[in-house]
T-cell receptor, first 115, second 112 residues
Framework: ETGVTQSPTHLIKTRGQQVTLRCSSQSGHNTVSWYQQALGQGPQFIFQYYREEENGRGNFPPRFSGLQFPNYSSELNVNALELDDSALYLC??????????????FGEGSRLTVL | DQQVKQNSPSLSVQEGRISILNCDYTNSMFDYFLWYKKYPAEGPTFLISISSIKDKNEDGRFTVFLNKSAKHLSLHIVPSQPGDSAVYFCAASALSNYQLIWGAGTKLIIKP
């Protein structure tokens, strides 16, 4: 069974640039969520995708957008990067129906640094 | 507005002793509480959860206790082992919602 994989693992961008982060969900999982974890804080929910549609969104501006593809993989796009966007971006997947507890399966994350 | 709080940034425990990690929450609508463990350069991994209708859940060395009246939960690890050294996050979810609300984490250090 293949777990959640994310790419790239590290990247450096400058203010105003755009970035795309990628995620392959765990085999059999059809729901993907993205979280932002700033240094010293817990992860913050960005949005969730289910069946290629955004299924919920946290308190993030529209310059954070995403996609889910038919194979359930997903992208997170951030436009007009700001210094505060520097963080670890975590992708998590969950199986069809889930178990109701909210258990998620995480990738190792993409560390974004904005200079 | 922090709905889930972990007030201890770090905790140091002797190997073999009990580790107790604490978490407080403010939203009485949460249905499940989860504990995740995170090693450096890895994503969080699920450890144990508890439903809001229970007060205790046990899995091997890990036990989670829930006190709904105090809006408090704790994770007990007995006995503590060196491999338990990691950052532990408390998270909460509501069945009507789709997101996990996380605390800031507690770094657990197990001393030999």
């Amino acid at each position: 069974e293949t777990g959640v994989t994310q790419s790239p693992t590290h990247l450096i961008k400058t203010r105003g640039q755009q970035v795309t982060l990628r995620c392959s969900s765990q085999s059999g999982h059809n729901t993907v969520s993205w979280y932002q974890q700033a240094l010293g804080q817990g992860p913050q929910f960005i949005f969730q995708y289910y069946r290629e549609e955004e299924n919920g969104r946290g308190n993030f501006p529209p310059r954070f957008s995403g996609l889910q593809f038919p194979n359930y993989s997903s992208e997170l796009n951030v436009n007009a990067l700001e210094l505060d966007d520097s963080a670890l971006y975590l992708c998590a997947s969950s199986p069809p129906g889930g178990d109701g507890t909210g258990e998620l399966f995480f990738g190792e994350g993409s560390r974004l640094t904005v200079l | 507005d922090q709905q889930v709080k972990q007030n201890s940034p770090s905790l140091s425990v002797q190997e073999g002793r009990i580790s107790i990690l604490n978490c407080d929450y403010t939203n009485s609508m949460f249905d499940y509480f989860l504990w995740y463990k995170k090693y450096p350069a890895e994503g969080p991994t699920f450890l144990i959860s508890i439903s809001s209708i229970k007060d205790k859940n046990e899995d091997g060395r890990f036990t989670v206790f829930l006190n709904k009246s105090a809006k408090h939960l704790s994770l007990h690890i007995v006995p503590s082992q060196p491999g338990d050294s990691a950052v532990y996050f408390c998270a909460a979810s509501a069945l009507s919602n789709y997101q996990l609300i996380w605390g800031a984490g507690t770094k657990l250090i197990i001393k030999p």
